[in-house]
Structure formats: structure tokens, C-alpha cells
């Protein structure tokens, strides 16, 4: 989107809500008091910070129940406490929640004991107040920021920061003009200027109270206010607007000081209101998990109610012995009613209970542990994302953020990019290089040369001058062509609303100018006319002074209609020093042909828009340019209706869209230039990557056919022999049609295409006009069809919300992954609703990053990102969530199995304690470090080979065939683990402790052995982890037989002092790994995927390639 | 760029030189250099290239097989007597009613039973007794003990987690109380061949970490068995239950509802066709939930004893190895494939089939 920096339309809607009186917020100026009197303003003190001592235990714990998880476990650790059903001791139970809790809670307190702290700090700086003294000895004091109410007037000094919104009363020019930076509000450098109205200008602070302000309500645009002052005494509304009022966060610059009066404080600010956390969304694997996690209940449910119901026909066969069976004891003797049973509720109530605590012991077959881990592993993962040198822009010196946290893996599975073109594809750099002035063209680049000669104003920005114009403008002054040559350039300088920050250079005779201002389209069309001897030198309210050639002159603005993406252009009413009344216009060519007067020069029009068409196919950004000179008659017309429409209250915009409508019309055709928008580093490389990724390339921009065109053969898009499908009409009928067409032809190319040798890559390209038709008429479902066959998508002339609605378009209809990438506020709906949302901390403020999942300095990061990053984080995770569900599982199989030989009573021959740790410090650890760590291909490899992406998008590493798998290998553990030493032991003297130590070490030490198997890449750390948990264990369970008041007291001990405990663990391990490892070797030989492949490439062929490395992605060199 | 060259100009100015590159260092936030950082950190990647597969296949099978051939010997070494007594133990006339033939404390329950040595057996011979379907594993029966109690006679009171034989109907502490102590094994053995005496030792059957540190030298019991209904063994209580050896190894409870306690060792060789006489009293009452008493004589190798699973695993699970290497062996022969050849690759084996 070129031309809509000055705010998109989403943001425009908020102010054009009319203001009603009714629900103004009045704030009376100097009158704090009188102001909150009838309806309590928000205070200044402003609380980030989310708990306070008092209430941290129970809103923290509220919120992390917020978690099913979470839930689950409360659930079964109060069930557990039941008398009747206490599987575990009291803390053994409860230990897992307790731990996983503490440790949020803790992190959480430390995060909000660091918020606190920046509040404090924020809330007690100090700002000078305007205290109502006795008389007139009102003065400003210094008050802590909370202290500061709405309807105070506030002093602030130059490179102070505002404590509040406040509408600006005076400064310290006399023109009332006031300079502000908003860095920290939209990230924006570039100094904005804001002004105090002439009527406040010159009356002290302290007179002024008595004055009302009615404002809107708070809300969160920071691009528009609307509101009046009322001054004491006086009927007349002063209207105020978006440039009257300075914002909280923003910091005064190259103003002495300036007075102003809070309308909005503390929460209220916009910029508080603009605080929104990162956006909530869920990764596709962890949907995909939840499926799996459903069949693990159904399994968890259905061996419950196989061991409820078997101890239910278990204890009705032995009904009639179990009054004396010495291991039972039915009967309670010790109980007042001598024939009351001891814990025994007749057969049905005992199924109940028994089933209630097998669904205890066997809890962990959902693995709980499993959602710790996975955030802990993305944890880990953002940190090598932030930490990639590859990743990081020199540029803007700006690191690879990670701003969601949880969808870590979406980005190993994207199918389709949806990118911004300006300033994500580009630069936005803007580079004034041709002109069609008068019907000449002027973009002979050998003419072009830098500005010579010593000049006195010294723009920053160069720009080659063409000889010969210069040569027209200086000599050429009486001729016709020279004077509209000369109106061409002053257009240049006056219509625009650049600010130029003249400071003094190295040469004490030149002075540096700074160019200041929202768009880099204006920053350069205003450099441009400075080289050609226009300068703009200074502005302020009312005037701009203009260096013409040497010599100063003061130009009136007398009126000023700003940009806007309806009108999609802008004027300037200027009072000329010869008192004449000019009005200049520039904007797109579409809209303003409309507004020219073809009939003065139709000749000049044709042979404009044939030059047009050809910078515009150059990939050039064009802007018409169109003056008239008013009459005395038309001026005042003009001058009573905008003031009326510039005061007005209600409906503002558009009363001043239609003076402005009124006005720009009749124009004279003065030129059009051409604004090099340049490639960003390494976009072709990158698009041309992501193609042979797999990944579908959509660009969505605000340009028009033929510069969207020409950028897409410029960054290979485009290629030669792509069909291209045109989609662009201009009535509902005809677009129906060429969508019909279309799609005929798309069925015509796939008919062809049988065989996949032959077919012919298609090109869509299509406008927002036709979008807006298509969407109208439920036509969406065959654009659908024509966008998906097409290998490229190309969108030029679209709205904002209309790039959320074709990512809408795909996202709804088909289950592939979309990623938007943009870096304007105008990319934020769409990144919003794609899948994946990059921001481009780039040019254009930071609302696409504040909007964005990941941010990043460049376009062509999203290679490594995507190829290397997103492929790495979903085959970690994949494989995580896999091996969680198969370890836990292979535990409570083997839990199962002993159940059955205990007449259905779940004891558990582990010890409770080793039950418990099984998950948390047995088999955690490892796990995690393979997920954050285990890489199958290298960097290189994957970055050679792009197709190598397609194991994600087709869910090569996390699917229900694995899940089967998995389990199956799972049973089969059980089985090894349990039936081999219960048959070697079987009718021995093995007592339940040391049978109980042999099983836990053989299922761990045959999980561990199963990850090391799949581990792809060994290094130390891996190594410490596996082996270190094994041996951990050991340890743990030693630890826990060297209680003498366990009943398992040294059995481990006693138990490894026998051959056969050896014997037997080895014979476990050997016979679980069997079919794995068969399976493995079979499947990694026989049908090898590509990832097999290439990893045995990386292995013995890619040795000799390593000095060639193939792709320089980066142009960060390795110090 | 200027300040870079007058600090390199001006030998004095090292330090200020040093620290303005150290602030430029500090403003750029490029993240640092390491192989952690980066993920290359050294790493091995092992493939299971076929030789790999074969191989271990193989290793395993030769290591296993003779090592289940051992074990199925040393197995087979085992020489192991068991007699069932405990239906044959009932007088003819109580047959149909058990219950009240062990029930009725004023019936003698000697009773004589001869084994005949099938096979020499060398000192010592362990003797045990099995109980079938005795569930010492039970939910409810295993839990039912207090371990601080065991070890520490001013813990006498806790007997928590001891119900249903926590304390007396007078409310006074059971030591040692739960059903574990409560249902300790009764009956007793005494052998004789021919007209000699076979002692029987019975120190040191139990665990020594268990004597030392579990149960407690100057724990006694007390209230033990006068309940109601008896379970099984009285305690003496003027002994110590660190010496109460039966008791310790009946309070190791059995991993699985059939299992073998030590009673006792012979250090006596018995030869092939030797008659051991053994008088048994029958106490322990096993009828109520129909399960079986036997006694068993056996010799023990390292393995421990007479059980062949073992050794079958080792030789079924070896054998299953070797099978596999020559499987994939002929696998690999039959089709074979370049390892990390890119001709495999999908996209090159249909080229734009993408």
C-alpha cells in the first residue's frame, strides 16, 4: 500500500465516528477538580504489573487453572485424598502438581516483581503542574506522574517525556508549533509536528482556566482525535484535531517547552490503550495432539473399566472366602457394629472406587508433563531463533523477535506466504529518479549526474539531477515550458507535509537539511525538488519558505486537505507572494485523470499517461501532479466552507472530503513522476527458495497492475514463461465473466498437464476492485479454484481488509498453513488472521510488529526461518509430542499387566515415589534436550535442497500412522518389561519391592535407549542428558531404598547382588528394542524419505562441498 | 569513521579508543558468535548403514545363545522337591469341611509326610514353603503395616495405615500391627532321614539390612494375636523383633500371588533315593480362600533356582538375532541401494511431479 501512509482506513473509522455532545468527555482546563467531579477520570498513575502481594496466590492460581491440564491433575490429586481411594501417599500425589505450579508461580512473580518496579519508577518521575496559587501567583510545581489528573496544565521541556494525553495550549515558537517523537509509541524516528491553536497561543496558562475542552470518549486510535475548546467568555468552538494533541510516551524535541492541558490520563492514554499483549494463538501440532490425546483417554478410560470390571467378577467368585482370607480380612473387628465390614462396600461400590483409582495410578497415560515440556522446548527454540546470527539485521540493528510463544512448529508447515510488497518485498526507501513534466519525459539515466556547485542547503537525501532539466529551469524562465517546468517543482516542495530540520553540517556554509516527515514518497519528491533548486526550508502553521533558486520565499498555506486512501490524493492551498491563490494536487493517476481537465491539452494528457504506463512498468511508484490557480471569488467560497467543515463536531471527515471534492477539480496536468521503490537485499533468492519449497508466493499490494507486475518479474516472481490470468474489471458483469474465463482456462492447462512434465506455471493477477466484486457475489468459491491451480497470486490495488479477506479465502477453505509477512499498519488485519503473522521492523512504525506472532528485519530471513528454524522446530516437536505419549504409555502398559496379577487391586510394585518422579525426573529431561537440540539436517543441507520443507507440509513427523506405531512399539515394551522377569521369577522368593526396582530401571533405561536410537545428532550435551538420566534414576531409586521406613528398604541394593537381576535387565532391553531397531533399519533402507536421504549425503557426499558453500543467505559475515 | 582514525593516529588515546569500540560493541544488538548459539556444536551422526544393522544383529545373537545355554544348564543343575501337604494333611473324615478341621484349634494338626530325593543334592539345601493364591499383594494387604513402628519402640502408638489390625478392642497398640504381621505363616517343619536329624538352620533366613536397620533390637511385641480372630503365628514377645526372623521374611511381601518364603537350611548332602521324613504341624489355614501349601528342598546355582525361562529367552531372543542379521543380509543383497545418492530424492526420482 504506496499511498496510504497517512493511516489506513481501519483507523480512519474510529474517528469518524460522529461526536456527540452527549458522550463527550469534558474536561475543563486548569480544574481538576471540577472536571472529575461528575464522572471519575482514570487517574495518572498507570499498573502494568498483574498481581499485588495480597492477591498473587489466588489470581495466579486462577489463572493457571485456566489450563485443562491443570485441571486434570487438581482432580486427580483430590480424588487421591479420598480415604477409599488413597492410591498414593498424601505427597506423593500431590508433588507433581505442587511442582509444576510453584515454578509458574515463581516465574510469574518474578515477571510481575520487575513490572512493579518499572511502575514505580514511571509513576513517581516528576512533571511541572500547574498549581492554581493565590492570585496570580499560579506557577508549576513539580508532581509525581500519578499525582496528574485530567484538567491539569502541564509544562514540559524540551526531551521530556509526556506524562498524559494532552491537547497542546502553547509552545515556545511563536507559531505555536511543537515537535514530537513517537518512537516509543509506533516506533516511527522521524519527528511529527503538532500544534497549539493561534487562539491559546498567546494567553498565559493561567488565564485559560474556565476553558472547556469536549473530547471523544478514550479509545485506542492513536491517529485521530476530535475535539473542541471552548474558551471563557467566547461562544465560538475551536476546533481541534489529531495535530493538536501530543501523546503519552512521546518525547518533545527541538522545542524549548510547551504547555498543554491532560485529557486523558493513566489506562486511558492511547498508548496504554494500545498496549495489547501478543495474540493468542494454537500451533497446528498441538490441534493435531489433542486428537491423540482423546484416543489416549479412550485407552486410559477403556483399561480402567477393564480392571474395574474384572476385580468386580474377581471379587464375586471369591465372595464367600474372603470373610477369612488372611490377606483380605473382611471383616472389621475393631468397629463398634461387630459385623461392619473394613473398607468394604459390597461388590458394585467397590467397582466404582476401583475404577476411580485406577484412573490414579494410571493418570500419567495422558501425559501432563508433555505441556511443561513443550513450553520449555519453545522456550529453547525462540532462544536459538533470537541467537541466529543469520537472522539478525545489521540494518536496523534489530534481532529476530519471538512474540507468540507457542506456535513455534507452524512454521515448518506453511503452504502459502501472503506478502506486503512496500517495505517488506522493498525497501520503501523512496528514490526520486524520473519525470514526465509538460509531456517531456525526463528518464534518460546517462543525462543524470549528481547536483553540482556549491549549494547552501544540503538535503540528506541525493538525488541525480538530469542535466537538461536542470539546464531548462535555470534558463528557461520565460518560456512556457520552463514555467510549468518551475510549477512542477514548486508543486514538489509546497504539496506535502514534510517538516525540514535544518542543522548546521561539517562546512560551516552549508547547512544540512532533514526532511521530516510520515511518507518516504514525500521525503523524496521534496529532495528531489530541492536538488533541482526548490528547497524547503521551514515550516510552520501558517507558512513554508521556499528557496527558489537562491532566494527565499514565503508561501501561505492556507489550506491543507490531507491524504486519504479514498481520494487517494492530496492538495495544498497556498497564498503565492505575488497574492495569487494556487492549488496544487497530487496523487495516483487513477484518481486523479478524473479530476484533470482533459480538454486543456488532451495531447499532454495522452502523452503523460503513455509515460506513466512506462515507468510504471519500470516497477517505478508514480504520482500525477495536477495545479489550478483560484479565483479571489473561489478562494472565499472555499475558505468559509472549510472552516465550517474543520469545526464541525459532528461528521468532520466527511464534510471536509467533500470541500476538498469541490475544490480538486479542473486541473491543470502539470507531470506525474516516478519513484524508484528499491528491492530489498536477496528478495529474488528468497522468493525463488520459498517457490521450490513448495510454498505458494502471494503478493498483496496497494500498487497498481503494472508496477505490481514489474516487481514481480523483478523479484522472479514473475518469470517468462508463466501464462499470465488478468483479472481486472470494471463492472460486476465483466468480472464475472473474466472469472469464467479464467477458470476455463485453468481447466484447460490442468487437462494438459496430465503429464506433469509439460505444465505450463500459471500467473494470477488480479485487483482489488475485481476482489471487492467477487467477494460481493459469493463468487469466492471459483477465485478459489483459479488461485489455487495458479503457482503465483498477484493482488495489486487492495485495501487492508481486503488482504485479511484473501488470506481469509484460503484459510477457510483448505487446511494449508498460511503465512502473512507485511510491515505496515496496513498488513495488520492480515497478519492478524494468517496462521503464522511476520512483522518487518522496517520503515513504516511498528503496529505490524506489535500485530505480529514473529518479527524480523528482512524479507529474505524468512528462508532461514522458515527452511531451516520452522523445519528443525517441527520435526522437534513432532517427534516430542510422539515419544511423550509412547514413554508414558509403555508405563502404565506395564503398570497394567501387574495390575492383573494382583486380583485386580492396582497395587503397584514401583514404589509410589518412583511413580510419581517417572515423568518429572526420570524421562524429562532428556526428552527436552533432544527437542531443543536434535537437528536431522544441517543448516546447509536444508537451505541446498528447499523441497526438503515438504516433510512438514505433508505432517511427515507427527501423523496417526506414527501415533500407531508408536503405541504398538509401546505394548511391546510392556509385554519384555513385565512378562519376561514375572515368568523368570515366578513361584521364587522375589519379594514386590525388588521385582518392583527391576521394572523401573528396565523402562527407563528402554525409553532412553528408544530416544537415543532416534537421536540424529550426538553431542555432549545429548549424551549427558540420556545417560545422565539413566543414571539419575538409579540413583533416585537407591535414594529411596535407603529409607529403612519404606517397605522397600535395600532392595536395590540386594537385588543387583544377584546375577539374575543382570541378566534379566539386559534380556529387557535387548528383547524391547528388537522390532524397533528391525523396523527402523528396514524403513531407513527400503523406503528411505528425502530426509533419510540427505542426511546420508550430508554424511558422505557434502564433505567437499562444505568450502563451496551454495547460498549466502545472509550478508552478516561471521566475525 | 573520523573518531576510529584519530584514535589509531594517537598512540597515547589507546583506552579511549578501546572504549569507544566497546560501545559501538554494546549498541549493536548482533547476537554473538558461538557454536551453542548456533547449533553446531561437534556431533556425531550415526546412519544404520547395513553393516551397522547386520552387525549388531549378529554381536547380539552370539552373545546371547551361549548365554541362554548356560543358564538352561545351570537350570537344569537345580535339584527341587516339592510336596503339596496341605490337602494332604486333612484326616480323611474332614475332607469335605477344612475350614472347621484348621478352625478347630482342639484337632492335633501333626502330620507326617515322606520325600523321596529324585537326583544327589549338595549342602546347602534351602528349604521354603510356596503359597499359591496367597495375595500379598493385595491392595489392602500390602499397605496394611507401619514401618516407624517396626524400628522404634517410642513409635509403638503409630499405627497408622495398620487397619483393620491396628489395636486391640481395648484400643491399645497392635506391635507389630497390620495384617501383614497379623497373617504370619504358622506351620512348622521338622526333617529327618532315616532316623537322623536334619537340622534345620534357621539364622540369617532373613535380609541382614533388614535384622540391623528395620526392624528394631529393642522392639518386642506386645497385643500381638489376641484378637478375636487369629491369622496366623504368635509372636514371643520376649524376643526382639530383629530376631524374629520369620517374621522379617514374611513381611517381605511377595511380588506375585504365588511365591516362596525361606524357612530354613540344611547343610547336609542328601543322596539320590534318600526318604526324608518330615513332621509338619498344619496351622496355617490356606483352605479359606482355596489356596495350596507346599514345601519345597532345593539347591540353588547362581542363577538362583530351578526356572528355565531364562535361559529360553536368552536362546529365543539370540536366535531371533542371528535370524534377522541373515534376513537383512539377504534383504541387502536382493535390493540393494547407494546410500545418499540423490537420485533417490522424490523430487529428482519425478522430476516436477511436486
Same mark, same amino acid.
Given at each position: ?45 498507570? &499498573?502494568? =504489573? $498483574?498481581?499485588?502481594? #495480597?492477591?498473587?496466590? +489466588?489470581?495466579? @492460581?486462577?489463572?493457571?487453572?485456566? %489450563? ?125 509536528? &503538532?500544534? =497549539? $491553536?493561534?487562539?491559546? #497561543?498567546?494567553?498565559? +496558562?493561567?488565564? @485559560?482556566?474556565?476553558?472547556?475542552? %469536549? ?905 | ?354
Amino acid at each position: 500500500m504506496a499511498e496510504d501512509h497517512h493511516g489506513s482506513s481501519r483507523h480512519m473509522s474510529a474517528s469518524q465516528k460522529d461526536l456527540g455532545d452527549e458522550d463527550a468527555r469534558v474536561v475543563r482546563v486548569g480544574d481538576a477538580e471540577r472536571t472529575s467531579e461528575r464522572l471519575e477520570y482514570a487517574g495518572n498513575a498507570v &499498573r502494568t =504489573a $498483574k498481581y499485588s502481594p #495480597l492477591t498473587f496466590l +489466588p489470581r495466579n @492460581l486462577f489463572e493457571q487453572f485456566h %489450563r485443562l491440564a491443570y485441571v486434570y491433575f487438581l482432580v486427580i490429586a483430590v480424588l487421591n485424598q479420598l480415604p477409599q481411594l488413597a492410591v498414593f501417599g498424601r505427597g506423593a500425589s500431590v508433588m507433581p502438581l505442587a511442582f509444576v505450579l510453584i515454578v509458574t508461580a515463581v516465574k510469574d512473580a518474578y515477571e510481575d516483581w520487575r513490572r512493579h518496579r518499572s511502575d514505580r519508577a514511571e509513576n513517581g518521575r516528576l512533571a511541572a503542574v500547574l498549581s492554581p496559587g493565590e492570585g496570580a501567583g499560579a506557577q508549576f510545581r513539580p508532581t509525581e506522574w500519578k499525582h496528574v489528573r485530567v484538567g491539569d496544565v502541564l509544562r514540559i521541556v524540551s526531551n521530556e517525556s509526556l506524562p498524559a494525553d494532552m491537547v497542546l495550549l502553547a509552545t515556545s515558537e511563536p507559531t505555536g508549533v511543537a515537535y514530537v517523537q513517537t518512537l516509543n509509541l509506533d516506533g516511527e524516528s522521524n519527528l511529527k509536528t &503538532r500544534y =497549539a $491553536k493561534q487562539e491559546t #497561543l498567546s494567553t498565559p +496558562p493561567d488565564q @485559560l482556566t474556565g476553558a472547556v475542552i %469536549r473530547c471523544e470518549r478514550p479509545n485506542r486510535n492513536v491517529y485521530g482525535f476530535q475535539a473542541n475548546l471552548e474558551l471563557e467568555g467566547e461562544s465560538r468552538r475551536i476546533p481541534l484535531g489529531p495535530s493538536n494533541i501530543v501523546l503519552r510516551g512521546c518525547e518533545l524535541k527541538n522545542t524549548a517547552w510547551a504547555v498543554g492541558v491532560v485529557v486523558y490520563a493513566g489506562r486511558e492514554t492511547k498508548a496504554m490503550l494500545n498496549n495489547a499483549g501478543a495474540p493468542k494463538k494454537r500451533s497446528r501440532l498441538e490441534t493435531h495432539m489433542n486428537r491423540e490425546t482423546l484416543f489416549l483417554s479412550a485407552i486410559l478410560v477403556v483399561l480402567c473399566a477393564l480392571v474395574a470390571a474384572l476385580s468386580g467378577v474377581w471379587l464375586r467368585t471369591h465372595e464367600e472366602e474372603l470373610e477369612l482370607a488372611q490377606f483380605f480380612h473382611k471383616r472389621d473387628y475393631l468397629s463398634k457394629d461387630k459385623d461392619g465390614n473394613y473398607n468394604y462396600y459390597g461388590i458394585a461400590a467397590q467397582i466404582v472406587f476401583i475404577f476411580l483409582m485406577a484412573v490414579i495410578v494410571f493418570q500419567i497415560m495422558i501425559p501432563i508433563s508433555l505441556y511443561i515440556s513443550m513450553e520449555l522446548v519453545r522456550l529453547g527454540q525462540a532462544y536459538f531463533m533470537i541467537r541466529d546470527t543469520r537472522l539478525y539485521d545489521e540494518s536496523s540493528n534489530t534481532r529476530f523477535q519471538c512474540r507468540a510463544l507457542n506456535i513455534n512448529e507452524d512454521l515448518g508447515q506453511v503452504k502459502c506466504v501472503f506478502s506486503d510488497k512496500t517495505g517488506t518485498l522493498t525497501q520503501n526507501k523512496m528514490e526520486f529518479r524520473c519525470a514526465s513534466i509538460d509531456g517531456i519525459d525526463y528518464s534518460d539515466i546517462t543525462r543524470q549526474q549528481p547536483v553540482e556547485g556549491d549549494r547552501i542547503w544540503a538535503p540528506n537525501i541525493s538525488v541525480n539531477t538530469d542535466s537538461e532539466l536542470v539546464k531548462l529551469i535555470r534558463d528557461g524562465g520565460d518560456t512556457y515550458q520552463g514555467r510549468h517546468t518551475r510549477e512542477f517543482f514548486l508543486a514538489l516542495a509546497t504539496c506535502n507535509t514534510i517538516v525540514p530540520m535544518i542543522t548546521d553540517g561539517a562546512d560551516p556554509k552549508k547547512k544540512v537539511i532533514d526532511y521530516q516527515g510520515e511518507s518516504p514518497d514525500e521525503q523524496a519528491l521534496v529532495s528531489a525538488a530541492a536538488a533541482y533548486g526548490f528547497v524547503l526550508v521551514e515550516r510552520t502553521s501558517g507558512h513554508i519558505v521556499i528557496d527558489v533558486l537562491g532566494e527565499k520565499q514565503r508561501y501561505e498555506v492556507l489550506g491543507l486537505h490531507e491524504f486519504d486512501s479514498d481520494r487517494k490524493r492530496m492538495s495544498v492551498i497556498i497564498g503565492c507572494p505575488d497574492k495569487t491563490v494556487m492549488l496544487f494536487v497530487k496523487g495516483a493517476d487513477s484518481s486523479m485523470f478524473g479530476v484533470i481537465d482533459k480538454t486543456i491539452n488532451s495531447d499532454l494528457v495522452q502523452a503523460t499517461e503513455k509515460h506513466l504506463h512506462s515507468y510504471s512498468s519500470l516497477g517505478l511508484r508514480t504520482l500525477v501532479i495536477g495545479m489550478r490557480e483560484l479565483s479571489q471569488a473561489e478562494f472565499q467560497e472555499w475558505q468559509m466552507a472549510y472552516e465550517k467543515a474543520s469545526t464541525a463536531l459532528l461528521g468532520r471527515g466527511n464534510l471536509l472530503r467533500g470541500v476538498a471534492a469541490n475544490i480538486e477539480r479542473n486541473l491543470r496536468l502539470l507531470g506525474a513522476s516516478g519513484i524508484e521503490d528499491k528491492l530489498q537485499d536477496g528478495v529474488p533468492e528468497a522468493i525463488e527458495k520459498l517457490r521450490q519449497a513448495g510454498i505458494k508466493v502471494w503478493v498483496l499490494t496497494g500498487d497498481k497492475q503494472e508496477t505490481a507486475i514489474s516487481i514481480g518479474y523483478s523479484c522472479k516472481l514473475l518469470t517468462r514463461e508463466m501464462t499470465q490470468i488478468v483479472i481486472n474489471s470494471h463492472s460486476r458483469d465483466s468480472c464475472t465473466k473474466s472469472l469464467d474465463d479464467a477458470i476455463s482456462m485453468v481447466d484447460k492447462f490442468q487437462s494438459f498437464s496430465t503429464d506433469s512434465q509439460a505444465r505450463v506455471p500459471l500467473a494470477l493477477i488480479i485487483d482489488g476492485n475485481s476482489l471487492v466484486y467477487i467477494f460481493d457475489t459469493d463468487r469466492e468459491e471459483k477465485l478459489f479454484e483459479v488461485a489455487i491451480a495458479c503457482d503465483v497470486v498477484l493482488c495489486c490495488r487492495v485495501a487492508p481488509l481486503q488482504k485479511a479477506g484473501i488470506v481469509d479465502l484460503i484459510k477457510k477453505r483448505t487446511s494449508d498453513m498460511t503465512l502473512a509477512i507485511g510491515d505496515g499498519a496496513n498488513d495488520v488485519s492480515m497478519i492478524q488472521m494468517a496462521d503464522v503473522g511476520i512483522g518487518i521492523s522496517g520503515q513504516e512504525g511498528r503496529q505490524a510488529v506489535m500485530a505480529s506472532d514473529f518479527a524480523m528485519g528482512q524479507f529474505r530471513f524468512l528462508v532461514p526461518l522458515l527452511l531451516v528454524h520452522g523445519h528443525w522446530n517441527y520435526q522437534r516437536m513432532g517427534y516430542m509430542i510422539l515419544y511423550n505419549f509412547y514413554r508414558n504409555a509403555t508405563f502404565v502398559f506395564m503398570l497394567f499387566w501387574y495390575v492383573l496379577y494382583t486380583g485386580f487391586t492396582l497395587t503397584t510394585a514401583i514404589t509410589e515415589w518412583s511413580s510419581v518422579l517417572y515423568s518429572v525426573i526420570y524421562t524429562a529431561v532428556p526428552t527436552i534436550v533432544v527437542a531443543i537440540l536434535d537437528k536431522d539436517l544441517g543448516r546447509r543441507t536444508l537451505l541446498k535442497y528447499p523441497q526438503l520443507y515438504g516433510a512438514g507440509q505433508c505432517e511427515e513427523n507427527y501423523n496417526l500412522r506414527l501415533f500407531i506405531f508408536i503405541m504398538m512399539d509401546s505394548v511391546w515394551q510392556s509385554l519384555a518389561i513385565f512378562f519376561i522377569p514375572y515368568l523368570a521369577y515366578r513361584k521364587s522368593v522375589i519379594d514386590g519391592a525388588s521385582l518392583g526396582d527391576l521394572w523401573t530401571l528396565s523402562v527407563v533405561i528402554l525409553v532412553n535407549i528408544h530416544l537415543a536410537m532416534d537421536v540424529i545428532r550426538w553431542n555432549w550435551i545429548t549424551h549427558a542428558a540420556i545417560w545422565g538420566s539413566i543414571v539419575a534414576t538409579w540413583i533416585c531409586v537407591m535414594i529411596i531404598d535407603s529409607i529403612p521406613i519404606m517397605p522397600g528398604f535395600w532392595a536395590i541394593y540386594k537385588v543387583m547382588g544377584t546375577g539374575l537381576f543382570w541378566a534379566l535387565l539386559l534380556a529387557v532391553t535387548v528383547a524391547g528394542m528388537i522390532p524397533h531397531f528391525a523396523a527402523k533399519a528396514f524403513k531407513e533402507y527400503f523406503t528411505p524419505s528425502d530426509i533419510q536421504i540427505a542426511r546420508e549425503m550430508e554424511k558422505w557426499q557434502d564433505t567437499h562441498d562444505v568450502t563451496h558453500p551454495e547460498v549466502q543467505m545472509s550478508t552478516v559475515v561471521r566475525v | 569513521m573520523n573518531s576510529h582514525a584519530a584514535g589509531t593516529s594517537n598512540g597515547g588515546s589507546g583506552d579511549a579508543g578501546g572504549a569507544g569500540a566497546g560501545a559501538a560493541r554494546r549498541n549493536t544488538r548482533m547476537p554473538k558468535y558461538s557454536k551453542f548459539t548456533q547449533q553446531e556444536l561437534p556431533a556425531c551422526k550415526p546412519i544404520l548403514t547395513p553393516k551397522w544393522v547386520v552387525s549388531v544383529f549378529f554381536i547380539v545373537g552370539v552373545i546371547f545363545v551361549p548365554i541362554g545355554v548356560v543358564s538352561l544348564l545351570a537350570a537344569r543343575d537345580v535339584v527341587e522337591i516339592i510336596d503339596r501337604y496341605d490337602e494332604a494333611c486333612v484326616p480323611g473324615n474332614m475332607t469335605e469341611n477344612k475350614l472347621a478341621y484348621i478352625q478347630n484349634s482342639s484337632i492335633p494338626k501333626d502330620c507326617t509326610r515322606t520325600l523321596m530325593v529324585t537326583k544327589d543334592m549338595k549342602q546347602p539345601i534351602f528349604v521354603y514353603y510356596q503359597l499359591d493364591n496367597f495375595y500379598q499383594n493385595h491392595r489392602r494387604y500390602v499397605k496394611s503395616r507401619n514401618d516407624a513402628q517396626l524400628r522404634d519402640p517410642s513409635k509403638a502408638n503409630k499405627t497408622s495405615a495398620c487397619e483393620p489390625e491396628k489395636t486391640t478392642a481395648d484400643g491399645k497398640p497392635i506391635v507389630p500391627c497390620g495384617l501383614i504381621a497379623w497373617s504370619l505363616f504358622n506351620d512348622t517343619y521338622i526333617f529327618a532321614r532315616g532316623n537322623e536329624n536334619l537340622t534345620v538352620d534357621k539364622k540369617h533366613i532373613s535380609w541382614k539390612s533388614d535384622r540391623e536397620h528395620k526392624f528394631g533390637k529393642d522392639v518386642y511385641p506386645s497385643n500381638f494375636q489376641n484378637g478375636s480372630l487369629i491369622g496366623g503365628a504368635k509372636l514371643d514377645p520376649n524376643i526382639s523383633l530383629s530376631e524374629q526372623e520369620d517374621l522379617i521374611v514374611w513381611m517381605r511381601t511377595a511380588a506375585l500371588p504365588t511365591f516362596r518364603k525361606l524357612y530354613g537350611r540344611i547343610y547336609v548332602d542328601l543322596k539320590e533315593n534318600d526318604n526324608i521324613t518330615v513332621r509338619l504341624s498344619n496351622n496355617y489355614n490356606t483352605y479359606s480362600f482355596g489356596g495350596k501349601k507346599k514345601l519345597v528342598l532345593s539347591t540353588a546355582t547362581w542363577l538362583g533356582g530351578k526356572n528355565d525361562f531364562l535361559g529360553y529367552t536368552y536362546l529365543i531372543v539370540g536366535g531371533l538375532c542371528i535370524f534377522l542379521a541373515f534376513a537383512f543380509t539377504l534383504l541387502y543383497f536382493i535390493k540393494p541401494r547407494k546410500l545418499g545418492d540423490h537420485n533417490y530424492l522424490s523430487w529428482n526420482r519425478h522430476p516436477a511431479g511436486r
